[in-house]
């Protein structure tokens, strides 16, 4: 199987300090790709240096709902389409709202939100999205920022219901599953995501949260991917083979900064 980590979070102590054992147990359970996720602008140097330094390795540039507030840049439109221009940056963000926590002020996080959507539209990268107990405001922002269908991209981590999945689907968004679809208690959220095409959905770790089942309590990390691809898998009743191959087709659909960039990568993992 060739895998797709589209969302990881390198940069953080618990999978920098032993980087290199992270990415070759990831590449020796098929996953052949990593995305790593920008959280703050203040640390975006280091992840930009780890997608420099390791081919299989992309990331993001953003700046996390929680740092809205107080990270300079996380509401400037223009500098985030500037560090985008990096060869090895294909998408944006991740970016959105946190309603769970709301360690920044609302209004903070919707400015961030709307800026890191109009550094998408202007770049034409995909939009990484993060809602957490703000399905509306998340569906409000980003039907105002569609720009007629001018922006793309995915929900990370979904955890939503119905609603939230359909608004994204229609809007032309993607859906990534994280692990906490193998959670005991995550019923409600199987029910949605069967209903979910499998040419729009993407997997990812979150890592170095959300281990899944059966590697739940310990930290996470790339290669636990092909758990949440296998659970999927049985959840869409496809092989894992057939999950594999299409989940890493649609992140090719989606990043095609990575296709251009890339190309016989691409068209290997393919």
Request: charged share 25%.
């Amino acid at each position: 199987m060739r895998l797709v980590d589209s969302h990881c979070h390198l940069d953080f102590p618990e999978l920098h300090d032993e980087l290199e054992g992270v990415l070759a147990r990831a590449k020796a359970a098929g996953v052949e790709m990593l995305v790593t996720i920008s959280t703050k602008l203040s640390e975006f140097a280091r992840v930009r240096g780890l997608a420099e330094g390791h081919p299989e390795v992309w990331c993001s540039v953003g700046v996390h709902p929680h740092e809205a507030a107080v990270e300079a840049g996380a509401q400037d439109a223009e500098l985030l389409a500037g560090l985008a221009r990096h060869p090895r940056v294909i998408g944006i963000g991740e970016t959105g709202l946190d309603y769970y926590y709301e360690h920044s002020p609302r209004e903070a996080q919707a400015r961030a939100f709307r800026a890191h959507a109009a550094a998408a539209r202007g770049t034409g990268l995909p939009l990484i999205v993060h809602s957490r107990d703000a399905d509306a405001d998340t569906m409000r922002i980003l039907g105002e920022e569609g720009g007629g269908g001018a922006l793309k991209g995915l929900l990370h981590c979904f955890t939503a219901g119905p609603e939230l999945a359909a608004f994204a689907l229609d809007h032309g968004f993607f859906i990534s599953i994280s692990g906490i679809i193998t959670f005991k208690g995550a019923v409600a959220l199987r029910e949605t995501v069967k209903s979910v095409p499998l040419e729009r959905l993407l997997v990812e770790t979150d890592a170095p949260y959300l281990a899944p089942v059966p590697m739940r309590g310990k930290r996470n990390e790339p290669a636990f991917v092909a758990h949440t691809a296998a659970a999927l898998a049985e959840l869409k009743g496809v092989s894992p083979e057939e999950l594999a191959r299409v989940t890493t087709e649609n992140f090719f659909r989606l990043f095609k900064k990575a296709t251009a960039v890339a190309p016989a990568a691409a068209a290997r993992l393919q």
